[in-house]
C-alpha cells in the first residue's frame, strides 16, 4: 500500500530551524515529492517541490531563501530543510507524491499519495 510518513515537525521560537522527513513505502519511489502545507483556517499550499531525480527543486515565493528540498534516493526520504521561522509559518506540513508537473505548479490534484502531515508551531 502506497504510503507516505512525515516526521520532524514540533515547536520552535520565531528565527528558529526544523528539518521535516518523508519516508515513502509501497510504491515507486522515482516520482515528484512536494511539501504542502496548511495553516489554520487557509486552504493547502505548496511550499517546496523536487524532481525524481532530485535535479530539479522549486519552492513558494514565501519560503525562498529559508528552505531547502533534498532526497536520499537510497533511503526513500525527502527532507525539508527549514529556517528563519516566521509565525505565520505555523501549518501542518505534508508531503505528497506525484506527478512531476503537478507538483513544480503545487498542484494538489495532480498529487496521488499523501501523507498524514507533521505539525509546526512557531511561536514566542
Known amino acids: 500500500q502506497p504510503q507516505l510518513v512525515e516526521s520532524g515537525g514540533g515547536s520552535v521560537q520565531p528565527g528558529g530551524s526544523l528539518r521535516l522527513s518523508c519516508v515513502a513505502s509501497g510504491f515507486s519511489w522515482h516520482t515528484a515529492i512536494g511539501w504542502f502545507r496548511q495553516a489554520p483556517g487557509r486552504e493547502r499550499e505548496g511550499v517546496s517541490c523536487?524532481?525524481?531525480?532530485?535535479?530539479?527543486?522549486n519552492y513558494a515565493d514565501s519560503m525562498k531563501g529559508r528552505v531547502f528540498i533534498s532526497r536520499d534516493n537510497a533511503k526513500n526520504t525527502v527532507y525539508l530543510q527549514m529556517n528563519g521561522l516566521k509565525l505565520e509559518d505555523t501549518a501542518v506540513y505534508y508531503c505528497?507524491?506525484?506527478?512531476?508537473?503537478?507538483?513544480?505548479?503545487?498542484?494538489?490534484?495532480?498529487?496521488?499519495?499523501w501523507g498524514k502531515g507533521t505539525l509546526v508551531t512557531v511561536s514566542s
Open positions: 505528497a507524491a506525484g506527478d512531476t508537473m503537478a507538483c513544480a505548479r503545487f498542484d494538489d490534484d495532480g498529487m496521488s499519495v
Open positions: 523536487t524532481s525524481s531525480s532530485g535535479d530539479s527543486r
